[in-house]
């Protein structure tokens, strides 16, 4: 429906969602990972991944005090795949997720979800 899309547009609307949601193609991060990677608070990381989840781009589960964030598996919902499939097709090449990959691959080894 049209306010599912309106939430979707909202949700990529700001580079640090779409740079987290980036970096969940490829694992579940916990919350302290990404705050790692973007470089922000962490109270802003958490507003930032609710609104994500709000719309249907993210789950997440909460492990102890932390809460681990995840790309939404089975999805059936045909726009929120479909809003996903783009951001991989469209930013793949981009330098900044390049870079931000390059960056997550140094912090998960560094600071693996099993030390959060």
């Not at 547009?9 to 969940?24: C, F, G, H, T």
């Amino acid at each position: 429906d049209m306010n599912g899309f309106i939430n979707i547009a909202k949700a990529l609307s700001d580079p640090n969602r779409v740079r987290a949601l980036m970096a969940l193609i490829d694992s579940e991060l916990c919350v302290c990972q990404v705050v790692e990677l973007l470089d922000l608070a962490p109270s802003t990381v958490s507003k930032h991944m609710s609104i994500l989840k709000q719309a249907g781009l993210v789950e997440s589960n909460k492990n102890g005090r932390w809460v681990y964030y995840s790309l939404p598996i089975g999805e059936n919902n045909q726009m929120i795949h479909g809003a996903l499939e783009l951001l991989k097709s469209s930013l793949s090449e981009e330098p900044q997720i390049i870079k931000d990959a390059i960056q997550m691959q140094k912090i998960l080894k560094s600071h693996p979800v099993e030390l959060c």
